[in-house]
């Protein structure tokens, strides 16, 4: 991943959000499942900035009415996170012991260590490390 630092200090980059339904919930299994630390949350709750070591997303509660659906109300997602960790399976060893579901082992492909897994609320995660 690369980024851009403006002169002024400005840093240009890309952040999701994630629409979930019951986003509290969905808060408490990403600090379970990837050890998120909260760093930011909207007054009045609906909305939360996580971080996983630096890697900062949203986590928000779908609003029809503003169509941010959640993969629930989908029925499938429509974009798949990667987060690249140091070690892979035992990110998703402990993905899952929170509740996520295995959709691919951890495994050697394609100079990545990489396993798939979908959470509790419908999202896709591949958990990966590059290799050499």
């Not at 996580?50 to 941010?68: I, K, R």
Request: with cysteine.
């Amino acid at each position: 991943m690369s980024d851009h630092v403006a002169s002024n200090g400005f840093r240009t980059c890309v952040t999701a959000t994630l629409s979930v339904r019951n986003w509290a919930r969905a808060v408490a299994f990403y600090k379970d499942a990837f050890g998120a630390k909260e760093l930011y949350r909207v007054e009045g709750g609906g909305v939360a900035q996580l971080s996983v070591s630096g890697a900062e997303f949203w986590v928000a509660e779908e609003s029809p009415q503003n169509l941010n659906f959640s993969p629930e109300s989908l029925g499938g997602c429509s974009v798949r996170m990667l987060l690249v960790v140091e070690d892979p399976l035992a990110v998703c060893e402990r993905a899952v012991a929170a509740g996520a579901t295995q959709v691919a082992p951890v495994a050697e492909a394609y100079g990545w260590r990489l396993g798939r897994i979908v959470d509790p609320f419908g999202h896709h995660w591949e958990v990966a490390r590059p290799l050499g």
